[in-house]
């Protein structure tokens, strides 16, 4: 690293939710400035008018801040700079390096036609250069408003050593002179941007490598700006587990979807640093080792691959490590969007219960969804509750559910106690475990499968326990 304070930036296009793409770009550049005690800016880049929405700005703040990836600086709109962006275009059209163009898109149609038919690369070819217009001749439409250009170096390579990708070197005849101003004088996307990192000091961009293609324009103008080069750094795409583009139905939704779903920020944030960089063969970390780590070294040259159901094994390891008084404040919530009422006296205790179905639950929907059946009346649970235990409950259980009642009505209430009185029961009547448990599970709780049976049994009142079993 240079001498310079390192400072990075996030730049989201307002056109869309925080897709996990984007969050993944966010996360490298976070953790980057955090690891070398740098700054970290937000910048919206907003330019694109008829596309970005305030809503839109919005989910990106709202990922961000789900995810804990608090911006230092901004965040800043470009929209709110383009008076900035006009004074620099005066600027390079007085110093010679933009000028004009009155080019129709049917002239710019016809050129890389006839380009095209010769076997030539298609591109703009400088004709309105001030040298190419005289020699040429070409007049000035009247009433026609002009872009402006950026006049490309003819010759010679832009080269960069890319953080991720190692030594790149393009040559110059591969670039036209790329447009920096519409005809109605707004400024383009890549314009915004060299000026943005330019004036905000930016050492290090890292972004998704879809960008390389922009990457030796903009450090073109930014020579003819004499301003310093940031190291670029092009993280390759996020693929789905079929190795295609990760789209929606691979999980490319916006980042709050998986809140809604249940995931922890923690396990998002960790997930997310494996896609496209590692550090030996650690696949879970905090979020401070991970500051810790990440020098910029160790990023992938091929693309990562999204795996949902390695997002849901990371989601159940954060969520075994949180408190169950912590998980019952975040299930609370589900509940309630459930309609399940668990607040009522002498109902089982929430925490102890997210604290008993926590290792089961890959998210905090799916432990909403296990809370739920020790508040949910079991015949509302499972409608088909009466067939299944006319298929599990034989006669010699009848008698056994009769006995086992009774002796829970004079047990002490809780787990151990419970789990005596049900070996009693199945030593009395000759029966083995899954004979008893299962229609017990079924009757109290409208489920064949639950975890331990008398830790299931203790959590509930006695009398709605005895009034199942009877029922």
């Given at each position: 690293m240079?001498?310079?304070k390192?400072?990075?930036?996030?730049?989201?296009?307002?056109?869309?939710?925080?897709h996990?793409?984007?969050a993944?770009?966010?996360?490298f550049?976070?953790?980057?400035a955090?690891?070398?005690?740098g700054?970290?800016?937000?910048?919206?880049?907003?330019t694109?008018?008829?596309?970005?929405?305030?809503?839109?700005?919005?989910?990106?703040?709202?990922?961000m801040?789900?995810?804990?990836?608090?911006?230092?600086?901004?965040?800043?709109?470009?929209m709110?700079?383009?008076?900035r962006?006009r004074?620099?275009?005066?600027?390079?059209?007085?110093?010679?390096?933009?000028?004009?163009?009155?080019?129709?898109?049917?002239?710019?149609d016809?050129m890389?036609?006839?380009q095209?038919?010769?076997?030539?690369?298609?591109?703009?070819?400088?004709r309105?250069?001030?040298?190419?217009?005289d020699r040429?001749?070409?007049?000035?439409?009247?009433?026609?408003?002009?872009?402006?250009?950026?006049?490309?170096p003819?010759?010679?390579?832009?080269?960069?050593?890319d953080?991720?990708k190692?030594?790149?070197?393009?040559?110059?005849?591969?670039?036209?002179?790329?447009?920096?101003?519409?005809?109605?004088?707004t400024?383009?996307?890549n314009f915004?941007v060299?000026?943005?990192?330019?004036?905000?000091q930016?050492?290090?961009?890292?972004r998704?490598?879809?960008?390389v293609?922009?990457?030796?324009?903009?450090?073109?103008?930014?020579?003819?700006?004499g301003a310093?080069?940031p190291?670029?750094g092009?993280?390759?795409?996020i693929?789905?587990?079929?190795?295609?583009?990760?789209?929606?139905r691979?999980?490319?939704?916006?980042?709050m979807?998986?809140?809604?779903?249940?995931?922890?920020?923690?396990?998002?944030?960790?997930?997310?640093a494996?896609?496209g960089?590692?550090?030996g063969d650690?696949e879970v970390?905090s979020r401070?080792?991970?500051?810790q780590?990440?020098?910029g070294s160790?990023?992938?040259?091929?693309?990562?691959?999204?795996?949902?159901?390695k997002?849901?094994?990371?989601?159940?390891?954060?969520?075994k490590?949180?408190?169950?008084?912590t998980?019952?404040?975040?299930?609370?919530?589900r509940?309630?969007?459930?309609d399940v009422?668990?607040?009522?006296?002498g109902?089982p205790?929430?925490?102890?219960?997210?604290?008993?179905?926590k290792d089961?639950?890959?998210?905090?929907e799916?432990l909403a969804?296990l809370?739920?059946?020790?508040w949910?009346?079991p015949v509302?649970?499972n409608?088909?509750?009466?067939?299944?235990l006319?298929?599990?409950?034989?006669?010699?259980a009848?008698?056994?559910?009769?006995?086992l009642?009774?002796?829970?009505?004079?047990?002490?209430?809780?787990a151990?106690?419970i789990?005596?009185a049900?070996?009693?029961?199945?030593?009395?009547h000759?029966?083995?475990?899954?004979?008893?448990?299962?229609?017990?599970?079924?009757?109290?709780?409208?489920?064949?499968?639950?975890?331990?049976?008398?830790?299931m049994?203790?959590?509930?009142?006695r009398?709605?326990?005895?009034?199942?079993?009877?029922a």
């Open positions: 240079t001498d310079a390192i400072r990075t930036r996030f730049a989201p296009s307002p056109t869309g939710f925080l996990i793409g984007g993944r770009t966010a996360l550049s976070w953790a980057f955090r690891h070398f005690g700054t970290f800016i937000l910048r919206i880049e907003d694109d008018v008829e596309r970005s929405t305030p809503q839109a700005v919005q989910a990106i703040l709202e990922g801040a789900w995810l804990g990836l608090a911006h230092d600086e901004g965040p800043f709109y470009q709110r700079r383009m008076d962006y004074e620099v275009i005066t600027q390079m059209l007085a110093a010679g390096t933009a000028y004009h163009c009155w080019a129709t898109p049917a002239e710019l016809a890389r036609e006839a095209r038919a010769r076997g030539e690369k298609p591109r703009y070819d400088g309105w250069r001030p040298e190419n217009r040429l001749g070409l007049v000035v439409p009247a009433g026609q408003q002009p872009v402006v250009r950026f006049r490309n003819d010759d010679g390579e832009v080269v960069w050593n953080l991720v190692g030594p790149i070197a393009i040559g110059n005849i591969e670039l036209d002179d790329l447009i920096i101003a519409r005809s109605d004088g400024p383009t996307y915004c060299v000026v943005d990192d330019w004036e905000m930016i050492t290090h961009v890292i998704g490598d879809d960008h293609n922009n990457t030796p324009r903009q450090i073109n103008i930014l020579r003819a700006l310093a080069l190291v670029y092009h993280v390759p795409m693929h789905g587990p079929d190795g295609q583009k990760l789209s929606k691979h999980g490319a939704v916006s980042v979807q998986y809140d809604d779903e249940g995931f922890l920020p923690e396990a998002v944030i960790n997930y997310l494996r896609l960089w590692s550090h650690d970390f401070e080792s991970l500051v780590w990440f020098d160790h990023l992938s040259h091929s693309p990562s691959q999204f795996d949902p159901e997002l849901k094994w990371l989601n159940n390891h954060y969520l490590r949180t408190p169950d008084e998980l019952a404040v975040w299930v609370a919530p509940l309630a969007r459930r009422d668990h607040s009522g006296q109902g205790d929430l925490a102890a219960v997210c604290g008993l179905f089961r639950a890959s998210t905090l799916e969804d809370a739920a059946m020790l949910v009346d509302v649970a409608p088909n509750l009466t067939d299944e006319a298929a599990q409950l034989r006669p010699e009848m008698p056994a559910l009769h006995d009642a009774s002796r829970l009505s004079a047990c002490d209430w809780n151990v106690a789990s005596g049900i070996k009693e029961t199945l030593a009395a000759q029966l083995k475990m899954p004979q008893l448990a299962v229609p017990v599970r079924l009757k109290v709780f409208g489920r064949a499968q639950t975890p331990s049976v008398d830790a049994l203790a959590l509930m009142p009398e709605t326990v005895l009034a199942r079993l009877r």
